[in-house]
Nanobody, 124 residues
Framework: QVQLVESGGGLVQPGGSLRLSCAASSSIISIYAMAWYRQTSGKQRELVAY???????NYTDSAKDRFTISRDNANNRVYLQMNNLKPEDTAVYYCNGRDLPYGRDWSDPDFEVWGQGIPVTVSS
């Protein structure tokens, strides 16, 4: 079973940047849609950005113009470059991979896998 491991989180000052990395244990993620979610205490996990198997990307309003999702299928990795970070970006960030057949709704994958999460703290 494929496993996802996040890295690159930590403490950063407001206005700073971080690049999160998600390493997969299998090359099967090349056919998966991949996403980054985040969660703060007491709130539901929310989608930040996703990238389809073909490379199309989508961002939530909070991430648009500041975050960039990308994938490196040759190395089984997905990245989230986060710039101009704000205190409200503080959360645990999760990598998600899902087997999403063409035309299927994002919420209805055949299979999905989650990483263990990595904390990001934006504070001065």
């Amino acid at each position: 079973q494929v496993q996802l491991v996040e890295s690159g989180g930590g403490l950063v000052q407001p206005g700073g940047s971080l690049r999160l990395s998600c390493a997969a244990s299998s090359s099967i993620i090349s056919i998966y849609a991949m996403a980054w979610y985040r969660q703060t205490s007491g709130k539901q996990r929310e989608l930040v950005a996703y990238i389809t198997a073909s490379g199309d990307t989508n961002y939530t309003d909070s991430a648009k113009d500041r975050f960039t999702i990308s994938r490196d299928n040759a190395n089984n990795r997905v990245y989230l470059q986060m710039n101009n970070l704000k205190p409200e970006d503080t959360a645990v960030y999760y990598c998600n991979g899902r087997d999403l057949p063409y035309g299927r709704d994002w919420s209805d994958p055949d299979f999905e896998v989650w990483g263990q999460g990595i904390p990001v703290t934006v504070s001065s």
